[in-house]
Structure formats: C-alpha cells, structure tokens
C-alpha cells in the first residue's frame, strides 16, 4: 500500500509546537490531540526537529529534568537534520523497514514540498496487515477458484 493511501485515510494534518515551549505545554498539546509526535518550528516557522513523547519520557529520565515549565522543547527535540521523512509514493513495506532499522516511531510525510502528516509505526503496521490480508484473501479464491469458471482457454 502506498503511504498516499494511509495518509488519505488519516487525514492530512500536522501538530507543530514552537522550539520555546515549554515541555509541560507540549505534552499537553499531545495529549489534548491525541498525538504522539509534533514538528518543532522556530519564530520563522522553519522546521528545527520532531519531539515525541518518547523523546520526552526518556531524556527527562535520562538527564533527571522535569517534566515542567522550565525545560523547553529545543532541549529534548530530533534536530531536523536528523529527522527521515517520507514521501507519498513510498510504501507502507519500505516505512516499516526504515523505522524498525532506524528505531523511529513517527515519519513526516512529504507531499511535494510541503510535510502533509505525521505517521506512526501503528498507523504503518495497520497498513501492512491490510494488504497481507488482502493479498491472502486474493490468494485463496485464487486456489478455490469457488466460481469454477476459467477466463482462459486451453
């Protein structure tokens, strides 16, 4: 399945938070969008990384900072050139392969030159076993052949 398809089917939107929040005000807005990532943009709304609640949950933990006002975001984020991104022509199989490889949970998604969404291994996993179903299903009307009619001529 293409990345096009799970984009379509979760919708094009895309949770940003500035590089000055403050952590709390993050998880928060996670939180209340039900999201497990956001982009971080800068005062321009340039793009400077990703920060997800795993970001947040182990290097607070690691570095012993709370989860407070007094830590900001630019502080536990993926900096942006450290960020994969894919494209809408990619496939749920390929997404798959680069997050387990690389350990990532969450994906910008590129349409053109504009990030469209933000996709997690859940929503990549789900397309995944989709098609395998499908396909398995495809596969065993193809064995059954329950119409016991063949298109072709021998």
């Known amino acids: 399945m293409l990345v096009e398809k799970i984009v379509e089917k979760k919708g094009k939107h895309v949770i940003t938070v500035r590089d000055n929040s403050s952590v709390y005000e993050t998880v928060k807005k996670l939180d209340e969008t039900n999201n497990g990532a956001a982009l971080v943009v800068n005062s321009d709304h340039k793009l400077v990384g990703i920060i997800s609640e ?9 570095t012993g900072k709370p989860i407070d006002g007094t830590n900001l975001v630019s502080d536990l984020m993926t900096p942006a050139d450290s960020i994969f991104v894919g494209k809408m022509e990619d496939t749920d199989n390929y997404l798959m392969q680069v997050m387990v490889e ?8 590129l349409d053109k030159e504009e990030i469209v969404s933000i996709i997690s291994i ?7 076993v989709e098609s395998s179903e499908s396909e398995a299903k495809l596969l065993r009307e193809y064995i059954k052949n329950p119409f ?4 072709y001529k021998q």
């Open 54 to 62: 795993r970001d947040i949950l182990y290097k607070c933990y690691k």
């Open 122 to 128: 859940d929503d990549v996993l789900k397309a995944v």
């Open 148 to 151: 016991g009619v063949h298109a």
């Open 102 to 109: 690389k350990q990532i949970r969450h994906i910008p998604i």
